[in-house]
């Protein structure tokens, strides 16, 4: 069984996730705090995209070009994968009894400017999501150093294809410039 782990609320990098603006109310206010502090503890987030090629994905989420990108598989209908929804403003705290199945629009909701991102969620209340088929591939940024690549070569299973990547010289995209295995 392969599986990737989920990260906490807390350890996302938009600090406007769960962000409650537009509560006035103190009483109301405070109610959301308490169930943010709940919300952080008992849901794991797995952020995705459907494309690997931005460089300000590699720049903001694989250290500097110099970390992985990790090809998984996700069934579209999945009930735990959720697109994100870009608007204005952020997921709005209701007055209304929360549920599991409500929410999930806390989580996936982002203002506009992440819009670059074509980001998805997988939403669990486990620690680690379970994997329905096998890693395929692995991307290597441009910038990674050459013995952080080799220990990547040589812990993955030879089932898994390693690929080195460059900058593109025409569009600044992410391209791949040969498979390593």
Not at 26 to 45: C, M, P, Q, T, W
Not at 97 to 118: D, R, S, V
Not at 159 to 178: H, M
């Amino acid at each position: 069984m392969q599986r990737i782990k989920a990260s906490h609320l807390d350890n996302l990098n938009d600090p406007f996730e769960l962000y409650a603006t537009k509560l006035t109310d103190h009483k109301l206010r405070s109610d959301f705090y308490s169930l943010e502090k709940h919300i952080v503890n008992a849901f794991g987030i797995l952020c995705c995209s459907k494309q690997w090629r931005s460089p300000l994905l590699w720049s903001h989420y694989a250290n500097g070009h110099k970390g992985v990108v990790i090809e998984v598989y996700v069934d579209d209908y999945d009930p735990s994968l959720h697109k994100v929804v870009y608007s204005p403003f952020t997921s709005v705290f209701t007055e209304k009894e929360q549920t599991k199945m409500n929410m999930y629009h806390l989580f996936n909701g982002k203002t506009e400017e992440w819009e670059y991102e074509q980001e998805y969620r997988i939403i669990t209340e486990s620690q680690y999501y379970k994997l329905d088929t096998p890693v395929k591939r692995i991307f290597l940024g441009p910038q990674i150093p050459e013995s952080r690549a080799e220990i990547i070569r040589k812990i993955v299973p030879a089932s898994v294809e390693v690929i080195q990547t460059t900058i593109g010289r025409v569009n600044g995209e992410l391209e791949i410039t040969s498979p390593n295995k």
